[in-house]
């Protein structure tokens, strides 16, 4: 049978990169970093896999069918039909042939770190995690099935102060990456359930609350149609008005008086006007970042239970670029009650698209090599070898032809690699103990004695 070529392409949703992407990514996550340890958040990993039950019931519905699941070890199938005949259904077949997901986020897996560690962290406990995680979506423009979150989070604490440092958080670290005016919105998951045990929906808080999650996605007509199928009358949405047709910004001001006398309702407005006083009062953020109440801010997500935050960059066309919110009960599960938390996550891969679609990009990131020396002969190699290795004890990016081609292929080569000057060493600079550097980008040719060659890196890093 002939032998059939395998596909080249990764799965849907999933991408390589290649070196000047990495370059760039690692800005970001650099940069981030820099950001997250100045404000005190030590870092952490966790392993890319968890157990299946930890992450299910914890997103929500449609969170929880857009987990990846692992296939057990073995013969998977085995379980199954041992039990055949048995009228199994799907969520029963997944539970017997899978006990292990990949991560759909970092915050369950660090809940469950937290829980698993709590003898000897202490608290309140503040930790930035960078990694991948997997989410078996559709894939489109900004969202992809395998990518990068950069989280920060403190648990141990129900401070509203940590709040309004993260706020400040997601202000430095989009500074920090070039990027000016991002919006910050925020709004509070008591206002959105009180609003539901308002109307009368209480029991079905999650599907109202999904539907407004759904506000920056579809027309206002879209919005009352879902909230029509969903058993909202012309009663219900003249009462809920003031909120669908909120533009974002302050405080609303004319809530009903009925609306607020709701428990719930009070304490979410309660806790946004303190968070927001308080951000005011410390002056404008960095960046140029605004910060907006926006009543139909939701996140899906069903582990929230307090603030909670969306950024986006007005014009852009991205979408959301950063999340979060307080999560109150999220470690109770695995035993630890009352460790209350309240995280943040920039979301790495619509930031580098968005960087890469304004070409916002320093300058030092744009080159591959600071030398590249060619290659004219073994004499001339060996004496190069013991240049670079000099050259990149200093901190310079090296490297050389290996082997003695066309000059014309080697300067190839150098222009691919993005050197910044190219290195020569033949007969001639032998004799002369010298080296020619030619400047790639002016194309000015200099000869340099050996002992200076390490002198012109220090002076042109």
């Known amino acids: 049978m002939a032998n059939q070529s395998l596909p080249l392409s990764p799965p849907k949703g999933m991408r390589d990169f290649g070196s000047e992407e990495m370059r760039k990514r690692q800005f970001i996550f650099d940069r981030l970093r820099s950001v997250f340890l100045t404000f005190g958040y030590e870092g952490i990993e966790t392993p890319s896999m968890e157990r299946l039950d930890v992450l299910t019931g914890k997103y929500g519905q449609e969170g929880d069918r857009l987990i990846f699941k692992v296939l057990n070890s073995g013969d998977f199938m085995k379980p199954v039909a041992e039990n055949q005949g048995s009228g199994l259904e799907s969520k029963q077949i997944v539970g017997l042939i899978s006990e292990k997901a990949l991560r759909y986020d970092l915050t369950i897996p660090f809940a469950r770190f937290v829980s698993a560690n709590r003898g000897t962290l202490s608290f309140p406990f503040k930790r930035h995690q960078i990694q991948p995680v997997w989410r078996a979506d559709q894939p489109q423009k900004g969202r992809y099935r395998e990518f990068y979150q950069c989280d920060v989070d403190v648990v141990g604490s129900t401070s509203l102060w940590q709040e309004v440092e993260l706020i400040r958080v997601f202000a430095e670290g989009f500074e920090s990456l070039g990027i000016q005016g991002a919006e910050i919105h925020i709004n509070h998951r008591s206002l959105l359930m009180g609003l539901a045990e308002f109307l009368g929906f209480a029991e079905r808080a999650g599907a109202i609350i999904g539907i407004l999650d759904k506000s920056d996605k579809i027309s206002p007509e879209q919005l009352v149609e879902l909230l029509r199928k969903e058993g909202f009358t012309a009663e219900h949405l003249e009462k809920i008005e003031p909120i669908l047709n909120w533009s974002k910004g302050g405080l609303p001001e004319h809530l009903s008086g009925s609306m607020l006398e709701q428990t719930q309702v009070a304490h979410g407005l309660r806790e946004l006007s303190w968070v927001m006083e308080k951000c005011l009062n410390l002056g404008a953020l960095p960046g140029g970042a605004k910060l907006l109440f926006n009543p139909k801010l939701a996140r899906g997500l069903d582990y929230y239970t307090g603030c909670i935050f969306e950024v986006v960059i007005p014009g852009s066309g991205l979408g959301s670029i950063g999340g979060g919110g307080?999560?109150?009960?999220?470690?109770?599960?695995?035993?630890?009650?009352?460790?209350?938390?309240?995280?943040?996550?920039?979301?790495?891969?619509?930031?580098?698209?968005?960087?890469?679609?304004?070409?916002?990009?320093?300058?030092?990131?744009?080159?591959?090599?600071?030398?590249?020396?060619?290659?004219?002969?073994?004499?001339?190699?060996?004496?190069?070898?013991?240049?670079?290795?000099?050259?990149?004890?200093?901190?310079?990016?090296?490297?050389?032809?290996?082997?003695?081609?066309?000059?014309?292929?080697?300067?190839?080569?150098?222009?691919?690699?993005?050197?910044?000057?190219?290195?020569?060493?033949?007969?001639?600079?032998?004799?002369?103990?010298?080296?020619?550097?030619?400047?790639?980008?002016?194309?000015?040719?200099?000869?340099?004695?050996?002992?200076?060659?390490?002198?012109?890196?220090?002076?042109?890093?």
């Not at 002369?432 to 000015?444: A, D, H, I, P």
């Open 326 to 461: 307080r999560y109150d009960n999220l470690t109770d599960m695995f035993g630890v009650p009352n460790l209350s938390g309240v995280g943040i996550s920039f979301g790495a891969e619509r930031i580098y698209d968005f960087l890469q679609q304004t070409n916002l990009w320093p300058d030092e990131i744009k080159s591959g090599l600071d030398y590249f020396f060619l290659n004219f002969d073994d004499s001339g190699a060996e004496i190069a070898m013991q240049f670079m290795a000099k050259l990149r004890s200093a901190g310079a990016r090296c490297d050389m032809y290996p082997e003695a081609s066309k000059i014309q292929k080697q300067m190839k080569y150098a222009h691919q690699r993005q050197a910044n000057y190219v290195v020569y060493i033949g007969e001639r600079e032998i004799e002369n103990q010298e080296v020619g550097l030619k400047n790639m980008e002016s194309g000015q040719q200099i000869n340099l004695p050996w002992d200076q060659l390490l002198t012109h890196y220090t002076n042109h890093p």
